[in-house]
């Protein structure tokens, strides 16, 4: 037998922050990671769900294919070492890995030591070695009865819409998500223009300075509504003097934002750099694992998913006297607390993990698109603790015979927090307002009056639905990016340059879904189900009574669903079949669309080289879009009408962000850069290895089942 070495091994999830965790605790401690969950329900026995609903609803866990490797791995580290301490992500999904992980190695789950740390810095992990605690079993059966009712959910409803109407899957977050978008996008096509009136001018004081006015409806502080009122407006201006009735002068106060929680860093992410949801998430994870600054590698900021706005009172009291030392007492404010009805207080907010540690000090050592979300997370905190910015404002009423309109006009007294951070929406204020008194008569210098048309409302944005999910509570803040992903991966939903639009199958699929599962796909029963798990997370033996009351009322909508949906009628493709004659249509699988024989099983004929069709209609002759090649090989859309309709689409070009790899990507460090790491890539002649930070750094390896083993085995200290 081997005799064990005097280490302990610690298991984190991703690659990265072995590589920060094993520079702050030494040759002591051995840091391997789990690439995420090891496990998961098998997809075996009755129905494939993997639970045996006739035993309590009893799961049945199997490793997952691509982690036997690892767990092969961490088991013979086990051999090697004293003590195994898991350090798994501090959320719900987290304490689930380290649970499994635990029933894995054979330790014991009551006694196993688990840490818990909201960011990867020396302090942080060294003070977390100091008090371990133990695997929270109420928060385990709470991430294992999330995941029971989503498999029954997903298995159930995507094989029944699979079957009916060729969707290729549902689920209790995806559709009540998808809902939202297709809803709104209802609205949009059922929105009716109305006619409103503008009436703008200009008036010139008596020294000759010009004020710019615009003409609302004083009750309602809107467009004026109808053309008679701004004929009249207009009609008494220009006859009539005008003069100065009033000044006043008044301070206005506009106090900081809160710190970030998830879903405001990706809402303002996407404002300020048009940054997606998950794109937002793959940076702030680097920021948050940890980056070489000079000849230490260090975590930026605190973990990059929480729905909470708390700071802790060591960062407070290092951020007061950051502000003290750089802009003096008078900047000091309080802090800022946002406690929405569902969050889970699990995690501080976002944060940077050293205040002196400012986005110029580490710019150097950041890509630019890392550099602007540090920038943005160390701007919104410190301001968060900062005074509010105080303007005073100038408002100035003039009359016209019986017409009253203002112009206001600030000017910052104070700055407070705006000196660090500006809000996006800030509109520069105008300090060149021209002196007035009252009783001052002026002339009018222009005016001009427009008819428009009220808008349908904009269609909605990654981040804006992101906001909405919070509001309406869908999901959590580790489910919002990859929700998204799923609409999109699904072709529920179009995206260009992160506005979404649902595609004709995203609205059919949530008609069926309104008309037999109106509930599920409804944001409150979404809602109470967090609450519900919020529950659990408190007291697992509410388990099984939370799953119960969802499974059997939920079957029985299945059954009936089953009896009452209409299989999707085929989309003929215009041509015949060559062996029978029968009208060919278009068929879709789980692995996309091709062209067959409607006398399917008689006839198996499938036309070769199949058409992808995009899900939409040509809008000159109503026939399918498909993609085509020209002779380079470049795909673009046409009408499967061909010749008889040449419409071709034409295509938007969007700018697509560099990819950003995932955690679970990382195989290994970069042996050249030592800052980034190895993951999987594909070029012309197969796999291979290269290095994220590419193009910075070149570093490439072959990549195969042999070389990956030799990877590993290399790598193991």
């Known amino acids: ?300 900021i605190t973990y990059m998913r929480t729905d909470y706005t708390q700071l802790s009172e060591t960062f407070i009291q290092r951020a007061t006297n950051f502000i003290k030392e750089n802009y003096g007492a008078n900047f000091l404010g309080h802090a800022k607390v946002r406690e929405g009805l569902l969050a889970q207080q699990a995690h501080e907010a976002i944060r940077p993990t050293s205040n002196h540690r400012t986005p110029e000090s580490v710019k150097q050592y950041l890509e630019k698109d890392a550099y602007n979300l540090y920038t943005l997370i160390y701007q919104r905190a410190q301001a968060s603790l900062m005074a509010p910015r105080k ?37 520069a204020p105008n300090d060149k307002f021209p002196t007035l008194e009252e009783g001052e008569v002026l002339s009018l210098e222009k005016i001009e009056k427009n008819e428009q048309f009220t808008k349908a409302p904009s269609r909605y944005s990654e981040a804006k639905v992101v906001n909405l999910m919070e509001e309406l509570g869908i999901g959590r803040p580790s489910t919002y990016a990859t929700t998204l992903s799923i609409l999109k991966k699904r072709k529920y939903v179009n995206s260009k340059g992160g506005i979404l639009t649902p595609t004709e199958q995203g609205i059919l699929t949530i008609d069926v879904l309104n008309n037999y599962f109106a509930d599920l796909v409804s944001a409150k029963y979404t809602a109470n189900m967090e609450k519900d798990l919020d529950r659990i997370a408190n007291d697992a033996s509410l388990e099984l009574e939370v799953i119960s009351k969802f499974y059997y009322p939920f079957i029985k909508k299945v059954e009936y669903a089953s009896k009452q949906i209409y299989p999707k009628k085929p989309v003929l493709t215009g041509e015949n079949c060559p062996e029978c004659g029968a009208p060919l249509i278009i068929r879709t699988t789980s692995k996309g669309q091709f062209v067959g024989c409607s006398n399917f099983p008689k006839c198996t004929y499938i036309k070769k080289d199949p058409l992808v069709y995009t899900g939409k209609n040509c809008p000159k002759c109503g026939k399918p879009l498909v993609e085509r090649k020209d002779k380079k090989g470049n795909v673009f859309v046409a009408c499967s009408g061909y010749p008889h309709c040449k419409y071709i689409e034409k295509e938007e070009k969007e700018e697509v962000a560099p990819k950003v790899s995932n955690e679970s990507e990382h195989i290994k460090p970069c042996p050249d850069c030592k800052d980034g790491f190895l993951v999987k890539k594909k070029g012309k002649y197969g796999y291979f290895l290269g290095c994220t930070n590419y193009p910075k750094c070149k570093h490439q390896e072959p990549y195969g089942k042999k070389s990956f083993k030799n990877f590993k085995n290399k790598f193991k200290k």
């Open 391 to 427: 303007d005073e404002v100038t408002t100035v009423t003039f009359k016209c015979k019986d017409i009253s309109f203002s112009v206001s006009n600030s000017t910052i007294i104070f700055p407070g927090y705006s000196i660090i951070y500006k809000d996006v929406d800030e509109g």
């Open 1 to 300: 037998m081997a005799r064990k070495s005097n280490q302990k091994l610690i298991i984190v999830e991703s690659p990265a922050k072995c590589h920060t965790i094993s520079r702050y605790l030494g040759e002591q401690y051995l840091v391997k990671a789990s690439l995420g969950h090891i496990s998961d329900l098998s997809t075996r026995g009755k129905g494939g769900l993997g639970v045996d609903v006739e035993n309590n609803f009893t799961p049945q866990y199997i490793v997952n294919k691509d982690k036997r490797a690892v767990l092969n791995e961490l088991l013979a580290a086990k051999k090697q070492v004293n003590e195994v301490i898991i350090a798994t992500d501090p959320d719900r999904e987290g304490e689930a890995i380290a649970f499994h992980l635990a029933k894995l190695l054979n330790l014991d789950i009551k006694t196993v030591k688990r840490l818990r740390f909201h960011e990867i810095t020396r302090v942080s992990i060294t003070e977390a070695i100091k008090e371990p605690s133990t695997i929270d079993l109420n928060l385990v059966a709470s991430q294992e009865t999330r995941r029971i009712i989503d498999r029954i959910i997903g298995f159930k409803l995507s094989s029944l819409l699979n079957k009916k109407i060729a969707s290729r899957s549902a689920g209790r977050v995806q559709s009540a998500t998808l809902k939202l978008v297709c809803d709104h996008e209802k609205e949009i096509l059922n929105f009716k223009p109305e006619p409103y009136y503008t009436l703008k001018g200009q008036i010139k004081t008596s020294n000759n300075k010009v004020i710019n006015v615009t003409f609302l409806d004083r009750k309602k502080d809107n467009e004026l509504p109808s053309i008679e009122i701004a004929n009249y407006i207009e009609e008494t201006l220009r006859n009539n003097p005008i003069y100065v009735e009033s000044i006043k002068k008044s301070i206005r106060t506009k106090e900081s934002k809160e710190p970030f929680r998830t879903s405001t860093l990706q809402q303002e992410a996407f404002n300020r750099f048009g940054y997606t949801p998950s794109r937002t998430q793959s940076i702030a994870q680097i920021l948050y694992e940890g980056v070489n600054i000079g000849a230490d590698r260090v975590g930026l």
